[in-house]
């Protein structure tokens, strides 16, 4: 994301199981922290100079920044920084089929087709589609609408790079997906993944800004 990529200065090593809360860029504002399952903690604001309708994320494992992103009010992802593999990637202009939450939310259903440049990896094509379950669901006091979604990603010639199909949610209020449950298929295999949301935590709480996952860290993974 454009903006993210300033946030590559402090995308260093967090200490481990530090008291410190996570520091932001000057103009930046958080909002809300997510604790959730698989040792990640994720931290969602927004910053002076960007759109408003625009957001930013930082996600964090028990060994310091993962993700850095930035979404604009459709979901779309705009920028994106990737520590422990080091690329970025950011939106190219003019998608086939722009991803749209406002679509998703009207009519139960969103397909879209879009490509996102790097510098280290390349031109990736993303094509998929997400769909309301028609189900609700609370967690922490929160209602959120349950999504499937069937994503593939190929790269510029053409050839399949992963795909992956699951379960996420999405909140109609904070405009945006939180992540659920899901297999992910490479040309290694197959892994499931999942890291559905389990506390919601706002400014001025404990634990807000937190660099400190909390739940199912020291757990094996597949």
Same mark, same amino acid.
């Given at each position: 994301?454009?903006?993210? =990529? ?12 530090? #008291? ?82 406002? #679509? ?5 259903? #969103? ?20 769909? =309301? ?6 967690? #922490? ?82």
């Amino acid at each position: 994301m454009r903006a993210a =990529l300033a946030l590559i200065c402090l995308a260093g090593p967090a200490a481990a199981q530090t #008291d410190a809360p996570f520091s932001l860029p000057a103009g930046c504002t958080a909002f809300l922290t997510v604790q959730s399952e698989s040792c990640q903690v994720g931290h969602h604001f927004v910053c002076e100079g960007d759109p408003s309708d625009h957001q930013r994320r930082v996600s964090l494992d028990e060994q310091g920044v993962t993700y850095v992103g930035e979404i604009d009010g459709e979901t779309q992802w705009l920028n994106s920084f990737h520590p422990l593999s080091g690329h970025s990637e950011t939106l190219e202009a003019d998608p086939v089929e722009p991803a749209s939450l406002s #679509d998703l939310i009207e009519k139960g259903v #969103d397909d879209y087709d879009f490509r996102t440049l790097s510098d280290e990896i390349g031109v990736t094509r993303y094509v998929g589609q997400d769909t =309301l379950t028609g189900r609700q669901v609370t967690i #922490d006091g929160v209602t959120l609408d349950e999504t499937t979604y069937d994503l593939i990603a190929f790269d510029e010639a053409g050839n399949e790079l992963w795909s992956s199909k699951g379960r996420e949610f999405i909140s109609r209020n904070w405009r945006m997906f939180l992540s659920g449950t899901g297999v992910v298929t490479t040309p290694d295999g197959q892994f499931e993944r999942t890291n559905r949301p389990v506390e919601f935590i706002y400014p001025g709480e404990p634990g807000f800004l937190s660099q400190n996952p909390k739940h199912g860290c020291g757990l094996a993974i597949s």
